[in-house]
């Protein structure tokens, strides 16, 4: 099947501690995103790569990172310079052949 | 101001009622328009997808572009209770492999 695929669903983590989101896809997509959901705030960019090796900032992109060294991987790394990470975490792809862009399930991070 | 602008509901409608979605643009380069329909806790799927103004029909469900006056439309008739979600207004300018410009999202209930 293809598709994307997030780990895991449930993240829980310390306050002050790094964490990475894993996001990898198989659809043979070029470009991939990251995207943070609050309640009430729908969706917002915060990186996204339309190739391997380079990326771009979103939106909020500030206490975050990412790498893109495969095109069927970008992981997602929260700092802990990020202020509020406490977030429903969506990972996305897209190609040039399709209209849309496909989502993962979500991964919900929760800093305690 | 935000680039698209969308009304966060919550709306409440019996079964069989007209729904009635909207959102407003102020970036008159956006071409491309798109409805995701979010069930709790899970990635968005793609609903209806538009191409410049005018209007697209799929089954219960009606897409409607008005450039002119940087507003799209959704319409679902004869809502059931499986239709019960947060449903994302989203745009872009060009390429597929660029970044997409969501709605807050609006929240959708109906009820048996």
């Known amino acids: 099947d293809g598709g994307i695929t997030q780990s895991p669903k449930y993240l829980f983590r310390k306050e002050g501690q790094n964490v990475t989101l894993s996001c990898e896809q198989n659809?043979?997509?070029?470009?991939m995103y990251w995207y943070r959901q609050d309640p009430g705030q729908g969706l917002r960019l915060i990186y996204y790569?339309?190739?391997?090796?380079?990326?771009q900032k979103g939106d909020i992109a500030e206490g975050y990172s990412v790498s893109r060294e495969k095109k069927e991987s970008f992981p997602l790394t929260v700092t802990s310079a990020q202020k509020n990470p406490t977030a429903f975490y969506l990972c996305?792809?897209?190609?040039?052949?399709?209209?849309?862009?496909?989502f993962g399930p979500g991964t919900r991070l929760t800093v305690l | 101001q935000k680039e698209v602008e969308q009304d966060p509901g919550p709306l409440s409608v019996p079964e069989g009622a007209i729904v009635s979605l909207n959102c407003t643009y102020s970036?008159?380069?956006?071409?491309?328009f798109m409805w995701y329909r979010q069930y709790s806790r899970k990635g968005p799927e793609l609903l209806m997808y538009?191409?410049?103004?005018g209007n697209k029909e799929d089954g219960r469900f009606t897409a409607q572009v008005d450039k002119s006056s940087k507003y799209i439309s959704l319409f679902i008739r004869d809502s059931q209770p499986s239709d019960s979600a947060t449903y994302l207004c989203?745009?872009?300018?060009?390429?597929?492999?660029?970044?997409?410009?969501f709605g807050r999202g609006t929240q959708l209930t109906v009820w048996p």
């Open positions: 996305a792809s897209s190609s040039e052949r399709e209209s849309e862009q496909f």
């Open positions: 659809l043979n997509h070029d470009a």
């Open positions: 538009t191409y410049s103004s």
């Open positions: 989203a745009m872009r300018r060009g390429s597929t492999l660029g970044r997409l410009y």
């Open positions: 790569s339309q190739i391997v090796n380079d990326f």
């Open positions: 970036n008159s380069a956006f071409q491309y």
